[in-house]
């Protein structure tokens, strides 16, 4: 159990039931009246966000949430598996629970798991992945003064917009929180 006043941003903590992670904590104490904590909480299930005021020594449970190092292995008809990196155990996770992450998951791509009450609820890749160009069309020679872009797709199924001079092969850093073009990269 937690005290309101030892809230911070991170914390995985249960409201009526269901996991939240602490996305914003403000302690306010005004002139008249008690102490309280100014929340703002992200559902870690619906991914809904709450605004909350918690008043000083009231108390909060914390969520049994687990968070794993796993290792993507592969995609089997509409779940993808992963492996435990300590325990070596697999474990399917629906396309729900993954998003639209599937975009950035390789073979032997290291990912977060998250677990709460033992079932996995979210899949985090790391902030930056490497991949390779697999259908992309020739770029037109002079028609880059406007920063142009052009479709791509990359080894993983996924399309994304990159510059013109981006060809067949390259490998190219991808910034998964945004699914951007970051650069060029040599293997």
Known sequence: MYDASDLR??????????????????????GKGAAF???KMKNLLTGGVIERNIRSGEKVELADVEENEMTFLYKEAENFVFMDKKSYEQVSVTKDVVEDNWRFL??????QVTFYNGRAIAVTPPNFVSLKVTHSEPGVRGDTSSGATKPATLETGATINVPLFINVGESLRIDTRTGQYIERTRD
């Open 106 to 111: 390789k073979d032997n791509l290291d990912v």
């Open 9 to 30: 941003k991170g914390l995985k903590i249960l409201i009526d039931g269901q996991p939240y992670i602490v996305v914003q904590s403000d302690f306010v104490k005004p």
């Open 37 to 39: 904590t100014r929340t």
